[in-house]
């Protein structure tokens, strides 16, 4: 069994090979089937104790595709190109962040 590369790991996806951007308007169309807001962040320098990532816009409350938050990550990274960017649900009856991973990553040729 082949192990991958040495680099540091963000959360349970991270583990996984990089997801194509197929694989990702699946897990964000997921997350939306679940009733989960997206939403998007982006950070500079993601470190295990930081918690809280800066807040591409709000929340999008209105998104009814997967396509619609794809097309927000892409206009985050080109704005932020140097900063990791995830997608975040929100779960508005528990008040709460539910589900989030790494679509982007600084020096990192997709997307």
Known sequence: MKTL??????ETLSYLPPLSDQQIARQVQY???QGYIPGIEFEKDPTPELHHWTLWKLPLFNASSAQEVL??????RSEYSDCYIRVVGFDNIKQ??????IVYKPNQTRY
């Open 5 to 10: 590369p040495k680099e540091k790991r963000y």
């Open 31 to 33: 997350m939306m089937d």
């Open 71 to 76: 097309n927000e990550v892409r206009e985050c």
């Open 96 to 101: 709460c962040q539910t589900v989030s991973f």
